[in-house]
């Protein structure tokens, strides 16, 4: 789960995938990795474009909200314009305090331009706000949020969900409303034991324009095991596993921080942990059949495979193609293009050492970030022109 550390083409197009099992290693055609940085991120390690824990967002423009750190250790949120030109984004309340590691950062972006993002005070308590195309910021907390808000993902219509932090140190889901009113929500059975404890369920990580909310967390069974969690906009709360799912300590469906992807026909993308603590894609169809999936290169030991244990995000467009992440026999980290036919590519800018794709829009760009060999943060744009 994100704290204050360092630390988805028609409905036919999509049922096809659904009935392909197999993978097969994808030709790029036309693809172009674009690496870039917004003026002011840092060039030391662990600065730079990107952090363990960011999210980032792209719309159908091809404009994208993400997040630096700069020399100071300060956090600014960014937007790109699809012509590559900048908008530093610094949010009402954020702390700069040179090597806090408090600021602003960005999550997401819709195809109104809007930004949903979180900014951290000079306690470094987050607090969500919302950015309109013309740069009037509204500042929030969730009702009960005592130790922070983070927001993750916004609708068209400017619905917002993400997860809170309350007074007993549990998280929730939350949605806020385009009139600003907030629903939380936990998923059935879900731990209660808070952070000190462990337990960091739940959350909402996706939502379409209909107000369906997708997310996971994790159960009260004393193992904290993973379960997906569907919001309909009626309500009612669907918890749902992949089919090989572990039981154990930490495994099931999802993990803390991982954000499901989903689209408008109501796929789902994810990923999953066995009970051998090894990763796996999964791509869940709008009547609930399952597909698992395996990036080719992806290791089969315990904490390798596709997915990773915590803030590995899979991201799903209305072509039925999913973007995420796979660790490898080497435990490096690579990201992947899966096709809606089930083709795979994998996506490494060039000198990463570790790549995390975000997101991707229904053109198949994909954005991310990665680390160089002096451990530097860079955001990357891959292109896809077929």
Known sequence: MKLHTLALSATLTLLGALSIAASAIAQEVNAEIITFDPPGAGTGAYQGTGCFGCTFGMNQSGAIAGTYLDADNVFHGFLRNPEGAFITLDAPGADTTPNAYNGTLAQ????????????????????????????????????????????????????????????????????????????????????NSGTPAGCYGNAATYIDNAGRIIGNFEDNSGNLVGHGLIRGPDGRLTAFDAPGAGTGLYQGTGCP????????????????????????????????????????????????????????????????????????????????LRSATGAFVTVDPPGSTATQPESINNAGAIVGYYLDTNNVYHAFLRTQDE
Do not use: M
């Open 257 to 336: 921080g991982c954000n499901v992807g989903g689209n408008r026909w109501g796929a789902i993308a994810g990923t999953y942990t066995d009970a051998g603590n090894a990763f796996h894609g999964f791509l869940r169809g709008p009547e609930g059949k399952f597909i698992a999936f395996e990036a080719p290169g992806a290791g089969s030991g315990a904490y390798q495979g596709t997915g990773c244990f915590s803030d590995c995000p899979v991201s799903l467009n209305d072509r039925g193609e999913i973007a995420g992440s796979y660790f490898d026999s080497n435990n490096v980290q690579h990201g992947f």
């Open 108 to 191: 997401n972006i819709n195809d109104k331009g809007t930004i949903a993002g979180l900014f951290y005070d000079v306690k470094g308590t987050a607090h969500g706000y919302l950015r309109s195309a013309q740069g009037v910021y509204t500042t929030f907390d969730v009702p009960g949020a005592v130790y922070g808000t983070w927001p993750i993902f916004l609708n068209l219509r400017g619905d917002i969900v993400g997860y809170s932090l309350d007074a007993n140190l549990l998280f929730h889901a939350f949605l806020r409303r385009q009139d600003g009113e907030f629903t939380t929500f936990v998923g059935p059975g879900s731990c």
